[in-house]
């Protein structure tokens, strides 16, 4: 179940202006005209429905339709510098949009995230951006992936990448954490 409360009137609205519509056609134009709009509009209503209350289905069209492209998070005023942190493609923000959340679902493998992060972060240490960065692999078992990237900010703090999940499945979580200097 996805988790916006505004889905139950959502829900609702469509229900009730379909049962309107097919009231008002069927009345106008008669059975042959309901017949094709109920051809044409359940299934319609069949997909907002399944993207509304359906969390994987949610995020698989999110990450095609309206994928997150960077992390930026205001924490880094602290340290006076202005870093933005690129994703993955089909990656989708979890979160609230203000508060910093490291929380991102992506369908990219663990050869995409290391070739992407690799290929962005030497770019980033080469503009001056980042001090240095250093991939590693934490193995916690053989049934999940936990790789990713230690990043050292030109202030001395630290910026944590990493990607998790499932072996056999093909979607996973990246996440983002700032430590500050100590």
């Known amino acids: 179940m996805a988790g916006n409360i505004l889905y139950i009137p959502y829900t609702v609205i469509m229900i009730l202006a379909f049962i309107v519509c097919v009231v008002i056609i069927g009345i ?7 017949k094709k709009f109920l051809a044409y509009t359940i299934p319609i209503i069949a997909l907002f429905q399944i993207y509304f209350w359906n969390l994987e289905f949610n995020n698989y069209i999110h990450s095609y339709l309206f994928p997150s492209k960077i992390y930026e ?7 006076q510098i202005n870093i933005s942190i690129p994703l993955p493609k089909r990656t989708v923000f979890h979160g609230k949009s203000d508060g ?6 992506t369908y990219v493998d663990d050869k995409e995230f290391y070739s992407f992060y690799e290929k962005e972060l030497k770019s980033l240490q080469y503009n001056g951006e980042i001090d240095s960065y ?3 692999e934490q193995d916690e078992n053989q049934q ?3 790789k990713g990237f230690l990043v ?11 990607l998790s999940g499932n072996i056999g499945s093909n979607k996973r979580s990246i996440s983002i954490d700032y430590n500050p200097k100590n």
């Open 28 to 34: 106008k134009k008669g059975k042959g005209s309901t």
């Open 73 to 79: 998070c205001e924490s880094y005023m602290e340290d």
């Open 100 to 105: 910093c959340s490291p929380f991102y679902s």
């Open 134 to 136: 250093s991939y590693i």
């Open 144 to 146: 999940s992936i936990n």
């Open 152 to 162: 050292e900010l030109i202030t001395g703090s630290d910026i944590d990448i990493f």
